[in-house]
């Protein structure tokens, strides 16, 4: 017989966890899809770009290794009628936003384009 993993349940009918674990998701994938498209720009800026590269992927697997986590936290909080935002992943993946924000245009803007 297969094994069966616990999933926590929530009287939310929104399905507020669910709906955020979508959100992550999404974000987690728009970090890779970010890394490949800087991967484009290796040819251009030379190496450096693999700082970009680094920085998508390492936000990425981030998001991905901490998912659960955040999902079972949120159906915890619910159930105890005291849930706390993430502001810690939050600031992170912020943090990490706008350093790729500023390596890209350091990049564009400042490194000598490659014949």
Do not use: C
Not at 20 to 48: D, K, Q, Y
Not at 83 to 99: K, R
Request: aromatic residues 6%; glycine residues 8%; proline residues 6%.
């Amino acid at each position: 017989m297969p094994s069966r993993r616990y999933t926590p349940t929530h009287g939310d009918a929104g399905l507020q966890p669910e709906r955020t674990e979508l959100a992550w998701g999404r974000t987690t994938m728009s970090m890779t899809i970010a890394a490949v498209v800087f991967l484009r720009w290796m040819p251009h800026h030379g190496w450096f770009v693999g700082t970009l590269v680094a920085t998508s992927i390492v936000t990425a697997m981030a998001i991905g290794s901490t998912r659960k986590r955040r999902f079972h936290r949120a159906i915890h909080g619910i159930n105890q009628e005291a849930i706390t935002p993430a502001t810690t992943s939050i600031a992170a993946l912020s943090a990490s936003v706008v350093v790729l924000a500023g390596l890209g245009i350091f990049t564009v803007l400042l490194l000598p384009l490659h014949p």
